[in-house]
C-alpha cells in the first residue's frame, strides 16, 4: 500500500500528443486569466494608474509571448549552489544566489 504522501504515478501518455498551445491552455485556464485581469486591475487603482481595459483575451496572448520568447530565463541546476560560489560554467561565471541553508 502506497504511503499517503507519496505521488501518485504520472501518465505522460495524455501530454505527448499535445502540441505548445494545447498545453499552454492545460495549466493556464480562462479563470486563470480573469483571476489576473481583475488582480491587475486592482493594483493599478491601487496605485492610481489608468485603467487600459485589458481583456483575457489580450492578456492570454501577453503571456503567451512571454513564454513562447522565453521571457523568464531559469537558472540551471548548476547554479543551485552556496552564496558566494560560482558554478565555473562557460555561461554562468557570477556568484550564485542559492540559499544558505543548502548544505553539502
Not at 62 to 87: A, D, E, M, P
Amino acid at each position: 500500500m502506497p504511503s499517503p504522501l507519496a505521488f501518485p504515478d504520472v501518465q505522460y501518455d495524455k501530454c505527448a500528443s499535445l502540441d505548445s498551445v494545447e498545453l499552454f491552455e492545460l495549466f493556464l485556464d480562462d479563470h486563470i486569466f480573469k483571476h489576473i485581469v481583475e488582480q491587475s486591475r486592482l493594483y493599478r487603482v491601487s496605485k492610481n494608474w489608468p485603467d487600459h481595459n485589458i481583456s483575457e483575451e489580450m492578456m492570454t496572448v501577453f503571456l503567451g509571448i512571454l513564454t513562447v520568447s522565453g521571457y523568464n530565463k531559469l537558472s540551471s541546476n548548476q547554479c543551485s549552489g552556496l552564496k558566494g560560489r560560482t558554478c565555473g560554467t562557460k555561461q554562468c561565471t557570477k556568484p550564485c544566489a542559492g540559499t544558505d541553508s543548502i548544505l553539502l
